[in-house]
């Protein structure tokens, strides 16, 4: 979804790459097989004294020389990747982050190049994992002779000390003493809550218990989160 429009406004948002397998691909750069209209060559000859083809197209469509030399020299600047490092308590329930980036900007009137810093806000949405990018177009740096560049920040999730993440699965590694064994558990969640996975039956030793839709949010189908996979491990007295 990479040069989608952000539905929160907060910059363009990939998720098709969750994986963070590296910088992204450049831009849309032209559309394939629209470069003319085959078969109408012969327009002008329909209009006596090229009518159509200087007076509707501007010479048959054609930019003067000067602008196309000023748009391949003005190249955009390259992309500035970001990490964007987020708890797993952030990736459940949300939130936003602002971050401040510096550039290189060149100063109207004298062609100098100076810093210039820039609060960012990201709307991080709920289920987004490690991988995920999110697009400011043009607020990187500025160079002679380019157009502003990118800057694109990528999600890095932080390691949890109790819940390790499994797509949008979370699983839960329980230790239980033998007292414990028939008593009602429960957890510390992701949201702030104590999170209730044992009703009181016996435990056995590397039981795993499921709780559907316990898990992270997804964040292409939100009517379909992951579930919560928790694995008890009986103490021995």
């Known amino acids: 979804m990479f040069g989608t429009r952000s539905p929160f406004g907060f910059g363009e948002v990939d998720d098709s790459d969750e994986r963070g397998m590296g910088p992204m691909g450049g831009g849309f750069g032209g559309f394939p097989g629209f470069g003319g209209f085959p078969g109408m060559g012969g327009l002008g000859g329909m209009f006596p004294g090229g009518m159509m083809g200087d007076r509707m197209f501007g010479q048959r469509g054609r930019r003067p020389q000067h602008q196309q030399e000023s748009s391949r020299k003005r190249q955009k600047g390259p992309v500035c990747q ?21 550039r290189k900007r060149i100063v109207a009137g004298t062609g100098a190049v100076r810093d210039d810093s820039v609060v960012l806000a990201i709307n991080v949405k709920p289920g987004w994992k490690s991988g995920t990018k999110v697009t400011f177009a043009g607020e990187g740096d500025e160079l002679p002779g380019q157009l502003p560049g990118d800057v694109v920040f990528v999600v890095q999730e932080i390691e949890h000390a109790l819940f390790l993440r499994q797509g949008n699965d979370l699983a839960c590694h329980l230790a239980v003493s033998a007292s414990e064994r028939c008593q009602r558990l429960t957890v510390p969640f ?47 007295d």
Request: charged share 25%; aromatic share 4%; glycine share 8%.
């Open 82 to 102: 970001v990490p964007l490092r987020c708890t797993l308590e952030e990736l459940y329930t949300g939130t936003v982050k602002k971050m401040r980036v510096t």
């Open 190 to 236: 992701l949201d702030g809550t104590d999170l209730e996975v044992w009703q009181g039956a016996l435990i056995v030793d590397q039981q795993t218990t499921r709780l559907r839709g316990k898990g992270m949010p997804n964040s292409r189908r939100e009517s379909s989160p992951g579930d919560l996979i928790v694995t008890f491990h009986v103490l021995q």
